[in-house]
Every structure is written in structure tokens, then in C-alpha cells.
């Protein structure tokens, strides 16, 4: 999706990004040729002064938002140069940033303009949409479509892996597989998620959605169907 800034639109297109005026359409800057990632752009601010972050194939771009001047680049490529799901904003000018394909994630801390990787892991690999942030934890999906994928919890101060519900084998009902890579939502104690598929495939697994325990990822409910 664009990014509305002022009256510009900010789309991942060309090496890291190009801008057009929301009234003519006109370019009013580009960044080259290079192969651009699949994620939205996100704006942000670094020492007080506007900035878009802005995937790549080969990584996550800062910009500046009205010229599109690069800020500072950190190199993230994937099997298949794809990086799809949104980069994530935390406390304390961190930045999290996960891609699928066996590729995983990482943690950035982003100080003097540079940044540098306080933990990797490959228990969050987020093919397509990106995790859910919330209170020190992220909550997202460990896989990509196909089916096998693993609704995941980590601490993000160090990256462990707190708890893992198998979604995919376990309630994924074929057909349509894009439920196994969406993010998940989070209200009070319970994570809800949807798994994805068709009903007429595999009926006995088939449910629209999953209510989950935030605190240990245990299945409380599923739709069209008990525990």
C-alpha cells in the first residue's frame, strides 16, 4: 500500500522507493531501477527529523520522506529477494524485521544513524504479513503458505521463543492458503488468529478462526467446530 505524506504518495517501487503528487500523479522523486521489496512503506521519526522505511530486495532503506535521499541502509536478503512484511516501530528505536522462506528475524537498534542486530532468530519467519507487537512480546507466524506454519510468541528483548500452537497441520484445511501467513490480533488475554483453507477440502478441520491463551498459546476455541 502507498504512504500518504503530505501531498505526496510514497510506494515501494524501484531500489527504495518513489514518490508522486496526490493531485497530478506526477514523480517528484525515484530511487532507480533496483528490485524493490513488497512492504508498505512506514514513516517514522530519527533525531527529531521525518523518515520512511522502505524495504528492498536486498534490505531495509531509511529515506527521507520530500527528496528521497538515503538515510542509512542494513542488508537483509532473502532465498527468493522477497521482503513482504512490514518492518515493526518498538520502544527505545528499536526495529523488527522478519522475512519468510527460511529466512527468520532480527532486532535492530537503530543509535547515530546506524544500525546494528541485538538478536537474530529463526522462529519467526514472516512471509507475507508482519507480527503483532504488544507489551514487550510479538506475537506471529512462524512459516510460510503451504500449511505447516506454527503460530509463534517471543520475548522481544531477547528473541526466545516463549510459545508455539501448530496451525497449519493441525486446523489448515487446504485450497486456499493464505490464512496460514496473516497476522494475528490481540484483545485483553486471548490472541485470535485465522487459519485459512477451504471448508469443502477438509472439512473436519475447516474453522474461520482460533481463539488462543495469550499466556501459553493454548487453543480455547475454534469456529464451525470444538476443541
Same mark, same amino acid.
Given at each position: 500500500?502507498?504512504?500518504?505524506?503530505?501531498?505526496?504518495?510514497?510506494?515501494?517501487?524501484?531500489?527504495?522507493?518513489?514518490?508522486?503528487?496526490?493531485?497530478?500523479?506526477?514523480?517528484?522523486?525515484?530511487?532507480?531501477?533496483?528490485?524493490?521489496?513488497?512492504?508498505?512503506?512506514?514513516?517514522?521519526?530519527?533525531?527529531?527529523?521525518?523518515?520512511?522505511?522502505?524495504?528492498?530486495?536486498?534490505?531495509?532503506?531509511?529515506?527521507?520522506?520530500?527528496?528521497?535521499?538515503?538515510?542509512?541502509?542494513?542488508?537483509?536478503?532473502?532465498?527468493?529477494?522477497?521482503?513482504?512484511?512490514?518492518?515493526?516501530?518498538?520502544?527505545?528505536?528499536?526495529?523488527?524485521?522478519?522475512?519468510?522462506?527460511?529466512?527468520? *528475524?532480527? %532486532? $535492530?537498534? !537503530?543509535?547515530?544513524?546506524?544500525? +546494528?542486530? &541485538? /538478536?537474530? =532468530?529463526?522462529?519467526?519467519?514472516?512471509?507475507?504479513?508482519?507480527?503483532?507487537?504488544?507489551?514487550?512480546?510479538?506475537?506471529?507466524?512462524?512459516?510460510?503458505?503451504?500449511?505447516?506454519?506454527?503460530?509463534?510468541?517471543?520475548?522481544?528483548?531477547?528473541?526466545?521463543?516463549?510459545?508455539?500452537?501448530?496451525?497449519?497441520?493441525?486446523?489448515?484445511?487446504?485450497?486456499?492458503?493464505?490464512?496460514?501467513?496473516?497476522?494475528?490480533?490481540?484483545?485483553?488475554?486471548?490472541?485470535?488468529?485465522?487459519?485459512?483453507?477451504?471448508?469443502?477440502?477438509?472439512?473436519?478441520?475447516? *474453522?474461520? %478462526? $482460533?481463539? !488462543?491463551?495469550?499466556?501459553?498459546? +493454548?487453543? &480455547? /476455541?475454534? =469456529?464451525?467446530?470444538?476443541?
Amino acid at each position: 500500500a502507498p504512504l500518504v505524506y503530505g501531498d505526496l504518495l510514497i510506494l515501494n517501487a524501484g531500489d527504495h522507493g518513489v514518490a508522486v503528487e496526490k493531485q497530478t500523479g506526477k514523480v517528484a522523486w525515484s530511487s532507480g531501477k533496483g528490485q524493490n521489496g513488497y512492504a508498505t512503506p512506514v514513516l517514522y521519526q530519527e533525531n527529531g527529523a521525518d523518515r520512511v522505511l522502505v524495504y528492498s530486495a536486498d534490505g531495509l532503506h531509511s529515506i527521507d520522506p520530500k527528496s528521497g535521499a538515503q538515510a542509512w541502509f542494513h542488508k537483509w536478503k532473502t532465498k527468493y529477494e522477497v521482503n513482504a512484511a512490514d518492518p515493526i516501530l518498538l520502544p527505545d528505536n528499536r526495529i523488527f524485521i522478519s522475512s519468510g522462506y527460511g529466512t527468520g *528475524c532480527a %532486532m $535492530l537498534q !537503530l543509535a547515530d544513524g546506524k544500525t +546494528k542486530e &541485538l /538478536w537474530t =532468530s529463526k522462529e519467526m519467519r514472516n512471509q507475507l504479513n508482519p507480527s503483532l507487537y504488544l507489551d514487550g512480546y510479538l506475537y506471529g507466524v512462524d512459516g510460510d503458505t503451504g500449511g505447516k506454519a506454527t503460530l509463534n510468541c517471543l520475548d522481544a528483548k531477547t528473541g526466545k521463543e516463549l510459545w508455539k500452537t501448530e496451525t497449519g497441520e493441525e486446523f489448515f484445511s487446504g485450497g486456499h492458503w493464505w490464512g496460514t501467513v496473516s497476522s494475528p490480533v490481540v484483545d485483553g488475554d486471548r490472541v485470535y488468529f485465522i487459519p485459512g483453507g477451504d471448508r469443502d477440502k477438509k472439512p473436519e478441520k475447516w *474453522c474461520s %478462526m $482460533l481463539c !488462543l491463551r495469550i499466556s501459553d498459546g +493454548k487453543v &480455547l /476455541w475454534r =469456529s464451525g467446530g470444538d476443541i
